[in-house]
């Protein structure tokens, strides 16, 4: 009772933000606005980066199977695409296999790094490619972790939830 809330309203086709409202709650319900209506924050968005399109899509519903809402999950088949989409929209952070053709995981994180308007992106990388060697690498440049596929739900929200 007495609770302020800062409610802002996006425009649901440019996603710019159309007004700022500061209510107090309870509130009354907008109803058909035609507006993206969002409490005092944008949501977050991921990058999913594997060649396998399947693959892709089982990233994509096991994060929504753990409960990690993310407004957009963008789609890369492999490194270079990933640097398109990182260069072109909001990424909060980055899950990425590792063996991919043109440019694969280790080469991606390496080349994210030489750019300053991207290389502070999280990346998670998730691949059937754990050792030591090849995951020690990867964090050296840059990765914070590996979740090692075949994975579940459940350890993606292990591994994730605490990083959003």
Do not use: C, H, W
Request: aromatic fraction near 4%; charge should be negative.
């Amino acid at each position: 009772v007495g609770k302020n809330v800062e409610l802002s309203i996006y425009d649901s086709i440019s996603k710019k933000k159309a007004i700022t409202l500061y209510l107090d709650y309870p509130m009354v319900s907008l109803f058909n606005t035609g507006l993206l209506l969002q409490e005092n924050r944008m949501g977050k968005n991921v990058l999913l980066v594997d060649d396998s399109s399947t693959m892709r899509k089982i990233i994509g519903r096991s994060l929504r199977q753990a409960g990690l809402d993310f407004d957009n999950i963008f789609e890369a088949s492999d490194g270079l695409e990933a640097l398109e989409v990182l260069e072109k929209e909001k990424v909060d952070i980055v899950l990425s296999d590792i063996n991919m053709p043109n440019m694969d995981g280790i080469s991606f994180l390496r080349e994210k790094a030489s750019r300053d308007a991207i290389k502070d992106i999280p990346v998670l990388m998730i691949s059937t490619e754990t050792g030591d060697d090849i995951i020690g690498e990867a964090k050296s440049l840059g990765a914070i972790g590996a979740i090692k596929k075949p994975f579940t739900p459940d350890k993606v929200n292990e591994v994730l939830g605490p990083l959003l």
